[in-house]
């Protein structure tokens, strides 16, 4: 192919922002970034910019944020770009219209081996289910959610003290690996694609809420420890403390699981001078770093420093 690249990026968390900056140390021509509209956060309700803007901003890329895909006015300035490439990288769903505005299509990363794991959360749930691999997929964007043709794909291993923050970042670092080789593959015009295929055992990463973060105490060692990993740092994996003086909800952050038989009630809170572990139905959960309301992370020694907790503490 001897027409030079023209790309549209599109991303907004700093997942996005690695494979960005790849791109660009590759000496690709961005045109244009597009990411989510400014939003206020935190108590101070300030403006917070997308991090994929913060780098925008860095590197003078010409930035647009849209609140309505199909905005005409939209419409026309992402065509004034003149782009013949689009990639997109933890985005949004996009309308046919935009996904099929260049020449050369628009191709996503997603964080799994698809068809495993379309949504919004494919790292997390990844480590919540056990799984011992993983990795990144591009593919080129149709009418669903993470279905189309794949392009590439790379697989890696999750350790068994790994969390989602620790396989962000390598996910990260070889899924911009896979969008050069990508565009290195649509850039020769040698692009071989794989139907996925549909089965009825798929895994899915529905998007993470706090329902869907709770710890079940009732559950087994394994997977209450598999949980809080894959939901670390964030959101956090949480449920509610009580003792005698204190009722109140808890992030949970590291932990340790020991097998064991004990005779302990499920969810009671044993405590030493420097540990807290809980009950469960094949053992203890060591309780390593956690989240008072309103406080920084803590060590479970530092919360004993300064906090009695009673024998009858449970957790549930």
């Known amino acids: 192919m001897t027409e030079k690249l023209r790309i549209v990026f599109m991303g907004t968390p ?3 922002v690695g494979v960005l900056d790849r ?8 045109v244009g970034v597009i990411t989510a509209a400014d939003k206020p956060a935190g108590r101070g309700k300030k403006i917070k910019f997308s991090e994929v803007k913060e780098y925008a901003l860095q590197k003078n890329l010409n930035i647009l944020q849209p609140t309505n895909l199909k905005d005409s006015i939209f419409l026309e300035q992402l065509k004034n770009l003149q782009a013949n490439l689009q990639i997109v990288v933890a985005f949004r769903m996009l309308p046919d ?5 260049p020449k050369f299509g628009t191709f996503n990363l997603h964080a799994s081996l698809l068809p495993n794991y379309r949504g919004a959360a494919p790292i997390n749930w990844a480590i919540i289910n056990g799984d011992t691999t993983t990795g990144v997929t591009t593919f080129f964007i149709d009418e669903k959610i993470d279905t189309g043709a794949i392009i590439r794909s790379k697989e890696i291993n999750i350790h068994s003290n790994e969390n989602a923050g620790s396989l962000h970042d390598k996910l990260q670092t070889i ?11 649509i850039e020769s015009g040698s692009v071989q ?4 295929t549909e089965q009825e ?10 329902e869907n973060c709770k710890i079940n105490w009732q559950d087994t060692g394994i997977n209450i420890y598999n949980k809080i990993r894959g939901l670390s740092p964030y959101p956090g994996a949480w449920c509610q403390f009580e003792d005698d003086i204190h009722q109140f909800d808890i992030k949970i952050l590291e932990t340790v699981f020991i097998k064991t038989t004990h005779d302990f009630r499920i969810g ?5 001078k420097k540990d807290i572990k809980v009950a469960v139905v094949d053992g203890f959960i ?4 956690l989240q008072m309301p309103g406080k920084k992370q803590m060590k479970a020694f530092e919360i004993l420093n300064g906090m009695k907790i009673s024998d009858k503490a449970k957790v549930f």
């Open 14 to 16: 700093n997942f996005a």
């Open 23 to 30: 791109i660009l140390s590759e000496g690709y021509d961005v």
């Open 97 to 101: 219209v935009v996904w099929k505005m």
């Open 175 to 185: 899924g911009a690996e896979t969008v050069i080789e990508t565009l290195k593959l």
């Open 193 to 196: 694609t794989t139907i996925q």
């Open 201 to 210: 055992s798929l895994k899915t990463a529905n998007k993470l809420n706090k």
């Open 268 to 272: 009671q809170i044993i405590c030493t």
């Open 286 to 289: 060591h309780l390593n770093v």
